[in-house]
Structures are given as structure tokens and as C-alpha cells.
């Protein structure tokens, strides 16, 4: 779909997401209001229904190239239907609990057309489900310096050894992509990317326990990992081009969920004190909470503008790796700040299982982690600034 400068979306966009708006608050929402409030995910029958839905409708796999089965939506307008995407209970887990269609990591389509048959295509037809491992015990935000991981070539094959860790669904994962040192050399030219498929042997995956309700992390083992010569994905040592290229063109869409799920705590705050009265006084009325949801709808408003800005930027070609990076940092703690007002002006049902709130409160602090800490970000916009 083509955005023109300002931003005034298409007429088609704004029916798709009305489509998907409509979806979730007729499918999906009620839905999760009858499972535990800490339900990592649907139940398989329930997914394979909605999923189902979702495919007679079009809205499967929206991201994902037309030429492989997919939508063929651009980053600005995956930004746009992922920010109604997320807007529920499970917001941030998977957006719309997968019923969406899932994706394969992006470094995959530089993979070779054999790669994109055998795993690309089938995991946007089928949503499968996938894994991306690059952090690493020594480090995460450091991959050039931090990665320890080594494949050795023996022969017609690959062979890995190595750790990873925090690594999403790597222990029901179909295949993933690994990185690992290939080269002598120290920094971004000695890694390189692997297809794994998680039954071979040598390859286990144990639960990390976090704060956060879904989406339970994996501490990855490879011993002695044995590979064919054709799991490496495009160049040997081309490894962190592919996953940069990856991690900036994910970062739009991620943000994009963080202001969904900001904008669903808004106006259920907003909600909340229309509804809500004290000493005989509706909570609108007390300037405390007008200001509160006033300084929120600011921030909304700017993130939005934001990842807008960002995504149309990358979708022209343009580096937007800086615009990237403010979009990821200003929308995680935007979700943060948003979230909390709401919780506060709910008071005791804030931190109850019976609202979202409570969840989305646990879920947001790890999204100033996620996708590169707040701290790393400000040290790209910081360099960018004294170039």
C-alpha cells in the first residue's frame, strides 16, 4: 500500500483495520475473559478456529511477502493493523495470540529458494512456530563482541557448540535460525546465520522463569550440533548484516504493539474515571487524573507519529536505523508510564486478575529489555547525534 507524506492512510487500510478491530472484540476478546488470566496462549482448539477465521478473511500473514503466501503489507502498514493487533489481554505475547498467522525470522529470505520452500513458506501457510537465536550469556546487545558460539566446518558439514539464552520458543519451535562464529575474526565479519531444527540431536531448550506471564524463554544448548553444508543462510560471515537488517525492520512493528497495548490501558482508564467516583465526585473531575490521562494522550499521540515517521522512512529504502531506535526506546517506556497511570487510577481492580492491567503491567517492564535495552537505543540516537 502506498502512505503518502502525512500520513493519511489509505481507504483500504483503515477498513482492514476496522476488520481486525472488529475481530478481536467479537472472537478473541470474550474469549480470553474465560481462560486463567495468565494463559501463555489459547487453547489449540480455539487457535485452530480463529486461525481458520482469520485465513477466510484475509487477514492471515499480513507481513509477510505475497510472492510466499503472505499479505505483502509494507512496515507502515503492518505498524498500523499491528497496533490494533495488540489490543487485549494477550496483546504482547504473540500478537493476537497468533490467530494472525506467525512469521519466520526475516533473515530467511536471503536464504536460497530451496530454504524459503521447505521452511519459510510452510510457516507463514501453516504459522508454525519459529525461534531467533542470538543473545548469549556473555551478552546480548553486543553480538559482534558477545557471541561465543562456534560451527566448524568438517567436511559436507556444519557442527555448533555453544549457548544461548533468552531465547523465545525454541522448545516447541518447528526450526529457527542460530548465529554462530564461522571466521577467525574477533568482531561482525566471523559470524554466521543456521537453520535448526530443534529435534537434532545435541540441540535442548529449558524454560527460563521471568516476571513476565507468556512467551517463556529458552536457555539453548548445542553440543555437537551436526548440520548440512546448506543450513548456512546466505554468505558464510554475513551473519550480523542479516540479523541488523532484521532488528531494524522489526522494530517498527514492535513498537507498534507497545502503543496498542498503551492505547487499550488508556481508554480504560479513561473509562475507569468517568465511572469511578470518590466523595461523591466522578474521578474526571479530579484534576490529579486529568492530567495523568492528559500527559498519556500526549505521549500516545507522539508515538504514534514516531513509528509512522520510522516505518515510511525504512519502506522508501532510507536507513532508518536511528528512527528505529527512537521508536523502540520512546514507545517501551511509553507502554511503561501509560500502563501505570492506568493501574493507579483503578487502584485495587489495577492489580487484579479481573482487568488486563495487572498483566500488561509485568509484561511492559520487560519490552524496555526486549528488541535491545533503552540504554543501547540511547547510544545509537547519541551517536547519530555527535556524527
Given amino acids: 500500500m502506498t502512505v503518502f507524506p502525512g500520513f493519511t492512510l489509505p481507504d483500504e487500510l483503515r ?14 476478546v470474550p474469549l480470553e475473559q474465560r481462560l486463567d488470566p495468565d494463559a501463555p496462549g489459547l487453547p489449540e482448539e480455539d487457535y485452530e478456529r ?23 503489507l509494507d512496515t507502515f502498514s503492518m ?21 494472525f498467522g506467525r512469521y519466520p525470522p526475516p533473515a ?9 520452500k521447505k521452511y519459510a513458506e510452510p510457516t507463514v501457510r501453516e504459522g508454525w512456530r519459529t525461534f531467533f537465536a542470538i543473545t548469549e550469556p556473555s551478552g546480548g546487545s553486543d553480538p559482534a563482541g558477545a557471541i561465543q558460539t562456534r560451527a566448524e566446518r568438517r567436511g559436507d558439514r556444519w557442527v555448533l557448540n555453544g549457548r544461548k539464552v533468552f531465547i523465545s520458543n525454541a522448545h516447541h519451535a518447528r526450526w529457527g535460525l542460530v548465529w554462530a562464529r564461522t571466521g577467525k575474526d574477533k568482531g561482525r565479519a566471523g559470524i554466521s546465520c543456521f537453520i535448526v531444527e530443534p529435534g537434532t540431536p545435541g540441540f535442548t531448550a529449558k524454560n527460563i522463569r521471568t516476571i513476565r506471564t507468556a512467551a517463556i524463554p529458552n536457555d539453548v544448548t548445542l553440543e555437537d550440533v551436526e ?15 542479516l540479523a541488523f537488517d532484521l532488528l531494524v525492520k ?7 504493539t507497545n502503543l496498542g497495548v498503551a492505547v487499550a490501558a488508556h481508554r480504560m482508564a ?29 505521549e500516545i499521540r507522539a508515538c504514534r507519529w514516531l513509528i ?5 522512512k525504512a519502506d522508501r529504502g532510507e536507513d532508518a536505523r536511528v528512527e528505529a531506535s527512537i521508536a523502540k526506546l520512546y514507545s517501551s517506556e511509553v507502554l511503561g508510564r501509560v500502563v501505570d497511570a492506568a493501574v493507579q487510577i483503578h487502584g485495587g481492580y489495577g492489580v487484579s486478575k479481573e482487568f488486563p492491567l495487572e498483566r500488561w503491567y509485568r509484561e511492559a517492564r520487560v519490552r524496555r529489555i526486549g528488541e535491545g535495552p533503552s540504554e543501547v537505543h540511547r547510544m545509537v540516537i547519541a551517536r547519530q547525534l555527535f556524527r
Wanted: a negative charge; proline letters at 3%; charged letters at 20%.
Fill in 50 to 72: 480463529l486461525a481458520a477465521r482469520t485465513k477466510a478473511a484475509g487477514l492471515w500473514a499480513l507481513g509477510a511477502p505475497e510472492e510466499h503466501g503472505g499479505g505483502g
Fill in 15 to 28: 477498513v482492514l483495520r476496522e476488520q481486525i478491530r472488529r475481530f478481536i472484540r467479537e472472537e478473541i
Fill in 270 to 298: 479513561i473509562a475507569h474515571a468517568k465511572q469511578r467516583s470518590t466523595f461523591g465526585v466522578p474521578l474526571s473531575q479530579r484534576q490529579a487524573i486529568q492530567w495523568m490521562l492528559a500527559d498519556a494522550e500526549v
Fill in 227 to 241: 548440520l548440512p553444508a546448506d543450513a548456512l543462510v546466505g554468505a558464510e560471515g554475513q551473519g550480523l548484516d
Fill in 108 to 116: 530467511i529470505w536471503a536464504g536460497t529458494k530451496e530454504q524459503i
Fill in 308 to 312: 509512522w515517521e520510522g516505518a515510511w
Fill in 250 to 256: 522489526n522494530r517498527f512493528p514492535y513498537s507498534a
Fill in 79 to 99: 505498524s498500523v493493523v499491528l497496533e490494533e493487533m495488540a489490543q487485549h489481554r494477550m496483546g504482547l505475547y504473540n500478537v493476537g495470540c497468533g490467530v
